[in-house]
């Protein structure tokens, strides 16, 4: 049975920082990329960032780049977001995913082309 649990989520200042963490288990993480996409209620899911099976590539939605950083950690199965720089309308609940295509391409920012998703962890950066 795949999971993947998100935790770090929480309240921050804009301007402040956070790093959220994704642990995956019952899957072959190195097997996967792995994405972080966000959602506000109301709203459709929406692309953050995009990491390759080794770590080589990545990939981010123009409104993160150059605040937020995707790694990952294969030897520990986890995947990790750091958030600088938060700006309020980064508030949202953030989902870790894996997708099975290891390299990253055209389906790597479409929420449709990930196979497993966690609960999700709540972002807030208030003024």
């Known amino acids: 049975q795949v999971q993947l649990v998100e935790s770090g989520g929480g309240l921050v200042q804009a301007g402040g920082s956070l790093r959220l963490s994704c642990a995956a288990s019952g899957l072959t993480f190195r097997m996967y990329a792995m994405g972080w996409f966000r959602q506000v209620p109301g709203q459709e899911r929406e692309f953050v960032a995009a990491i390759n099976w080794n770590g080589n590539s990545t990939l981010y939605a123009d409104s993160v780049k150059g605040r937020f950083t995707i790694s990952r950690d294969n030897a520990k199965n986890t995947v990790d977001l750091q958030m600088d720089s938060l700006k309020p309308e980064d508030t949202a609940v953030y989902y870790c995913?894996?997708?099975?295509?290891?390299?990253?391409?055209?389906?790597?920012?479409?929420?449709?082309?990930?196979?497993?998703w966690g609960q999700g962890t709540q972002v807030t950066a208030s003024l």
């Open positions: 995913a894996a997708n099975r295509r290891i390299f990253l391409g055209p389906q790597t920012t479409s929420s449709g082309g990930y196979n497993y």
